[in-house]
């Protein structure tokens, strides 16, 4: 008799044992399943817009001259000619970089002499610059948007800036432009709002100079394609960028308008 409720004794305390294990299971599941659905929800709305990682391939060079910094970016998606495409804008602002420093160079030697090359030499090779990064909106399997910058000295008072975009549609295969996101008309007018607002700033009753103005209205205007031709793109809305120069004298820097798609 005693023998049997031993072996009761044991079986009962297996089955308290196997209860609780389960128990804490359950509850263990159930307290991280939140944690694990918010997580799988934030990545897959982060990479809505991008979830095709492009390769990027680096353009860094140093020479006596000249340095080169960046990468460029190419999508597993996108056709070779859209790659090309990027590649060759690159390459070729970079080769006109260094023929512009090179006779930049020539021609502080034959002014300034022994003096300039003193004054290069201590730079160590970074006094001629040029720098390109990517900014990617989107690369997924639908469509691709990037906007390029690039930053680069090759002589003068001071670096220039460029900024060039490339979208794509990746179903069609084919390039996109500014015209199948809004019309030339409805950007030209809301460019010009949001920029006189931001240039003037919170002043009452002011308004831009006739310069200004001038050189706003030429830089937005609608009859000519090319004002609008560097932007990006998202399912909701398109960004515009303008240049250097474009909108506002050089000390204003590159601008940009993010406006409702149509």
Same mark, same amino acid.
């Given at each position: 008799?005693?023998?049997?409720?031993?072996?009761?004794?044991?079986?009962?305390?297996?089955?308290?044992?196997?209860?609780?294990?389960?128990?804490?299971?359950?509850?263990?599941?159930?307290?991280?399943?939140?944690?694990?659905?918010?997580?799988?929800?934030?990545?897959?709305?982060?990479?809505?817009?991008?979830?095709?990682?492009?390769?990027?391939?680096?353009?860094?060079?140093?020479?006596?001259?000249?340095?080169?910094?960046?990468?460029?970016?190419?999508?597993?998606?996108?056709?070779?000619?859209?790659?090309?495409?990027?590649?060759?804008?690159?390459?070729?602002?970079?080769?006109?970089?260094?023929?512009?420093?090179?006779?930049?160079?020539?021609?502080?030697?034959?002014?300034?002499?022994?003096? @300039?090359?003193?004054?290069?030499?201590?730079?160590?090779?970074? #006094? #001629?610059?040029?720098?390109?990064?990517?900014?990617?909106?989107?690369?997924?399997?639908?469509?691709?948007?990037?906007?390029?910058?690039?930053?680069?000295?090759?002589?003068?008072?001071?670096?220039?800036?460029?900024?060039?975009?490339?979208?794509?549609?990746?179903?069609?295969?084919?390039?996109?432009?500014?015209?199948?996101?809004?019309?030339?008309?409805?950007?030209?007018?809301?460019?010009?709002?949001?920029?006189?607002?931001?240039?003037?700033?919170?002043?009452?009753?002011?308004?831009?100079?006739?310069?200004?103005?001038?050189?706003?209205?030429?830089?937005?205007?609608?009859?000519?394609?090319?004002? @609008?031709?560097?932007?990006? @793109?998202?399912?909701?809305?398109?960004?515009?960028?303008?240049?250097? #120069?474009?909108?506002?004298?050089?000390?204003?820097?590159?601008?940009?308008?993010?406006?409702?798609?149509?």
């Amino acid at each position: 008799m005693k023998h049997k409720t031993t072996i009761y004794a044991i079986i009962t305390l297996i089955l308290g044992i196997a209860v609780l294990v389960g128990f804490f299971m359950w509850v263990n599941k159930h307290a991280e399943a939140p944690t694990v659905d918010s997580s799988a929800t934030t990545n897959n709305q982060t990479d809505t817009l991008v979830s095709i990682t492009p390769t990027m391939i680096p353009v860094d060079h140093d020479s006596y001259l000249t340095s080169v910094t960046g990468s460029i970016p190419q999508f597993s998606q996108a056709s070779d000619e859209f790659n090309k495409k990027i590649s060759d804008g690159v390459m070729g602002d970079i080769s006109d970089f260094n023929k512009n420093a090179s006779a930049d160079y020539d021609a502080h030697l034959k002014i300034d002499g022994d003096a @300039f090359q003193k004054e290069f030499a201590s730079s160590k090779g970074g #006094y #001629y610059y040029f720098n390109v990064t990517s900014d990617v909106v989107q690369s997924n399997e639908n469509d691709i948007s990037v906007v390029i910058r690039e930053e680069l000295y090759s002589g003068g008072a001071h670096p220039a800036h460029n900024v060039i975009s490339y979208n794509y549609d990746v179903k069609n295969k084919k390039e996109l432009s500014i015209t199948d996101f809004a019309s030339l008309q409805n950007l030209s007018s809301q460019a010009r709002d949001i920029l006189t607002k931001k240039f003037l700033g919170d002043a009452n009753g002011a308004v831009l100079d006739d310069n200004s103005k001038q050189m706003l209205y030429d830089g937005t205007d609608p009859s000519h394609l090319e004002n @609008f031709n560097t932007f990006t @793109f998202t399912s909701t809305d398109v960004t515009v960028y303008f240049g250097e #120069y474009q909108v506002a004298p050089y000390v204003f820097g590159e601008q940009e308008v993010t406006i409702p798609r149509k």
